[in-house]
């Protein structure tokens, strides 16, 4: 399969997954597909289905920029630096994210997903507002500063 198909798959898949089509978005996939990513692992279209509602349902909506590196293709695989907007019960953030892409018979086969969770958290907690809020910065900035003992 060429580069240019593979970016045009990619980018394809990647609108519908902006628009929340979770339908569109599976005919991208192989049948034994597997998308490996923060919250699990999953296999299969029904696993791949029920993710992609949960996260279309958490997060409507989302922006998805190129990056970096924008989409590099090499052989059947492909990596992907963008960052995604979204807004989440009111805040908003985004998050820099590393995609993995693997081809079979034009077909996603094996994606696997890398992002910053603890620096979503962050802009979520900080954007965030009540006892709660401040509780959740406390946790969060506590947990930031231990981590990072020593660095600065």
């Keep these: 399969m ?3 198909k593979i970016e045009s798959i990619m980018r394809d898949f990647i609108e519908t997954i902006e628009k929340g089509d979770v339908e569109k978005a599976l005919t991208f996939l192989a049948e034994d597909a597997d998308y490996i990513r923060p919250e699990g ?9 029920h993710y ?3 996260s279309a349902q958490i997060s409507p909506n ?5 990056v970096g590196i924008g989409i590099m293709v090499k052989g059947s695989k492909a990596v992907y630096e963008h960052i995604v907007e979204v807004t989440y019960e009111g805040a908003k953030y ?3 994210t590393l995609c993995v892409y693997e081809f079979s018979d034009e077909k996603i086969q094996h994606l696997r997903t890398v992002v910053d969770r603890l620096s979503i958290i962050k802009q979520v907690v900080e954007s965030a507002s009540g006892v709660k809020a401040w509780i959740g910065r ?3 900035n506590y947990i930031v500063k231990e981590a990072e003992k020593g660095l600065h």
């Design 2 to 4: 060429s580069k240019k």
């Design 94 to 96: 985004e998050a820099l």
């Design 52 to 54: 992609l509602r949960w």
């Design 138 to 140: 406390r946790v969060v």
């Design 62 to 66: 989302p922006k998805i920029k190129d």
């Design 41 to 49: 692992i999953f296999k299969g279209k029904e696993e791949l289905k």
